[in-house]
């Protein structure tokens, strides 16, 4: 059973740094785009950051230079690099990774920005 499994959410100041990590087991991760969305509370999951398999990336315009994503395919596993925290940052984040038509979630992870 593929499994995607996110880490490294939680609390953090409004300019602060968080780095999620997924890592996946049972695909074959180097084909796989990845990604991560979000999700906050009676709003539709959105895109944050996806990573081909050729490294080409892709981010929504609201995170554009504060985030970066990145993946290890030895490791089987994506990051999320998280700087310059907003409020508005906080939501629930899931990693997904996409093989169309094939695509997986995890479960997802907090992400809280507060002071």
């Known amino acids: 059973q593929v499994q995607l499994v996110e880490s490294g959410g939680g609390l953090v100041q409004p300019g602060g740094s968080l780095r999620l990590s997924c890592a996946a087991s049972?695909?074959?991760?180097?084909?796989?785009?990845m990604g991560w969305y979000r999700q906050t509370p009676g709003k539709q999951r959105e895109l944050v950051a996806t990573?081909?398999?050729?490294?080409?990336?892709n981010y929504a315009d609201s995170v554009k230079g504060r985030f970066t994503i990145s993946r290890d395919n030895a490791k089987n596993t994506v990051y999320l690099h998280m700087n310059m925290l907003e409020p508005e940052d906080t939501a629930v984040y899931y990693c997904?990774?996409?093989?169309?038509?094939?695509?997986?979630w995890g479960q997802g992870t907090q992400v809280t920005v507060s002071s």
């Open positions: 997904n990774a996409r093989s169309s038509p094939i695509v997986y």
């Open positions: 049972r695909i074959i991760f180097s084909i796989y785009t």
């Open positions: 990573i081909t398999r050729g490294d080409i990336t």
